[in-house]
């Protein structure tokens, strides 16, 4: 136990651990741990090397983890079979979109909820906070609002813009900007008034600067929501030729043309941005939260 010597963080501390109800207690822990991270890893792992296999192979008895090679060349083949590059550029789109109007706009109102504070802003925080808790039937009259919006009688599926719309709309994250933007001082607000700057600039040029741990923490939760995001493409984009990589992997998911080892593969490829991303990001997804400065 020569590792723990110098442990001071944690429920259990190098003192603790020089008992051996603790050790036990503590190797417990550790085991069940390496148990939960096996069943999350082995199936990302059989995916990945599934996709290099035959059909053969994956159909094989008794079955192989390896695959007998790899050869990374059927990639762009299985890729250009189903345009899935296609899939890749319009998730690209809708994450674009999304974050812009995420930041802009949830950023904006969370501002003036905290800072200007408008008569009825009160109740303006009150309804934003119960439109969390409208169940999904919410869906249905949304989804008829963009089949044929009102008063301008334009229907609206088949583009990004619905999508975009609702990540400027997110409730959530109106709140996390919201009690992030109350705990600036309001000194640097009244000395920038004073100087005769207005409430645009007020914002664009102070608040923004002083709050880019909040905009990287809804950043990377509008990024990974969009990516992630299937069923508002399905519905307004199943059906064109925009549809994202999680719409994309269920159409071919049914198509008789697909082998199982290159749905696998296309699996896999959908998984490594996200993936990709978690790891860079990783501290600040986990602290998320706590870095947003919630307090009620």
């Given at each position: 136990m020569k590792g723990f010597n110098d442990k001071t963080t944690g429920l259990i501390n190098f003192s603790d651990l020089k008992h051996l109800r603790f050790k036990i207690l503590y190797w417990s822990i550790f085991a069940v741990l390496v148990i939960i991270t096996a069943v999350e890893v082995v199936p990302i792992i059989w995916i990945a090397l599934s996709g290099f296999k035959t059909t053969a192979e994956m159909f094989s008895t008794p079955p192989t983890l390896?695959?007998?090679?790899?050869?990374?060349?059927?990639?762009?083949?299985?890729?250009?079979?189903?345009?899935?590059?296609?899939?890749?550029?319009?998730?690209?789109?809708?994450?674009?979109?999304?974050?812009?109007?995420?930041?802009?706009?949830?950023?904006?109102?969370?501002?003036?909820?905290?800072?200007?504070?408008?008569?009825?802003?009160?109740?303006?925080?009150?309804?934003?906070?119960?439109?969390?808790?409208?169940?999904?039937?919410?869906?249905?009259?949304?989804?008829?609002?963009?089949?044929?919006?009102?008063?301008?009688?334009?229907?609206?599926?088949?583009?990004?813009?619905?999508?975009?719309?609702?990540?400027?709309?997110?409730?959530?994250?109106?709140?996390?900007?919201?009690?992030?933007?109350?705990?600036?001082?309001?000194?640097?607000?009244?000395?920038?008034?004073?100087?005769?700057?207005?409430?645009?600039?007020?914002?664009?040029?102070?608040?923004i600067p002083l709050s880019k741990p909040i905009i990287a923490v809804v950043s990377i939760f509008s990024v990974t929501g969009s990516w992630a995001n299937f069923l508002w493409p399905y519905l307004l984009l199943g059906s064109t030729n925009f549809e994202p990589v999680a719409v994309k992997l269920y159409q071919i998911s049914v198509d008789a043309n697909i082998q199982e080892n290159e749905f696998m593969l296309l699996t896999m490829l959908s998984i490594i941005p996200p993936g990709i991303m978690y790891c860079f990001f990783s501290k600040n997804i986990m602290g998320g939260l706590n870095m947003s400065g919630i307090k009620g």
């Open positions: 390896l695959p007998k090679s790899i050869d990374f060349s059927i990639i762009p083949k299985v890729c250009s079979k189903v345009n899935f590059v296609n899939a890749f550029i319009n998730s690209g789109i809708i994450i674009v979109g999304c974050w812009a109007f995420d930041i802009f706009m949830n950023g904006i109102l969370g501002y003036v909820l905290s800072r200007i504070k408008p008569c009825g802003s009160k109740i303006v925080s009150t309804l934003i906070f119960w439109s969390m808790l409208l169940p999904g039937v919410s869906m249905v009259p949304l989804f008829i609002t963009f089949v044929d919006v009102p008063f301008l009688h334009i229907n609206m599926t088949g583009s990004f813009l619905p999508i975009w719309m609702m990540a400027g709309c997110n409730a959530f994250n109106v709140l996390l900007f919201r009690n992030f933007f109350n705990g600036i001082p309001m000194s640097y607000l009244e000395a920038a008034r004073m100087d005769g700057c207005s409430e645009i600039v007020i914002f664009l040029r102070i608040i």
